[in-house]
């Protein structure tokens, strides 16, 4: 057991733990930030998926190690206070679930990929999002909800 001490969501947090306990698990236990889904616990669903320093990753198989020092970022930490993040606005615009498992990651892997690519094509969203699995077949409402963030985090300009 271990002090571990990052950022979540904003906020300097500090957690007692073994180091090789994965962040899931702290974050859901040990946090309340159950929107950060258990799905398959192998890094292949991305239910799981959240932004550390900026990049996303699976927290299903990312030790706690690996986040000292580090920005952890939640769905839960996406909005401002009570205003969605444009992506987050565009989801529920666009209905892009439907059983809402995946969402949460979707929402975290749509957030990096628009901040790595601010104007994709809708086949490099596609392509950008394979590696997070709907099982409800809500694909073309979530490709067409990041399209909608995009421009609208580009003031409205595709």
Known sequence: ???I???????????????ARNLLWVLRDDFGMTGTK?????????????LVDGKEVRSCMTPMRNVAGKKVVTVEGLAQGDTLSPVQEAFVEHVGYQCGYCTSGMVIGATALLAAN????????????ERHLCRCAAHLRIVDAIEAAATKMAGGKK
């Open 1 to 3: 057991m271990k002090p």
């Open 38 to 50: 258990f799905g398959c616990g192998a890094s292949f669903c991305g239910a799981c998926t959240v």
């Open 5 to 19: 001490a990052f950022t979540l969501n904003g906020v300097a947090k500090t957690v007692t733990t073994d180091e």
């Open 118 to 129: 601010p104007r994709p094509t809708r086949e490099q969203i596609a392509q950008g999002m």
